[in-house]
């Protein structure tokens, strides 16, 4: 599980630089990667606030997939 201290740089690298904290998190060669910097170059406010989707909510360690059962005994 990720420190507070680097939840709270992700974020502020995802508000300064919206591509740059999608590349940092999720790798420049993803999809992810191309939507965050399509959106940043229509709109700076779009491309932040996916930025801090991906960051905050896709994938964090330790949640469950959707669909995935939760026990698994």
Not at 45 to 58: F, N, R
């Amino acid at each position: 599980m990720a420190s507070n201290m680097e939840v709270f740089c992700e974020i502020l690298i995802a508000i300064l630089l919206p591509p740059l904290g999608v590349c940092l998190k999720r790798g420049c060669c993803t999809l992810e990667f191309l939507i965050c910097l399509v959106l940043t170059i229509l709109g700076y406010i779009p491309g932040i606030i996916y930025a801090l989707y991906v960051i905050v909510y896709q994938n964090r360690e330790g949640s469950h997939e959707l669909g995935a059962p939760l026990n698994t005994a």
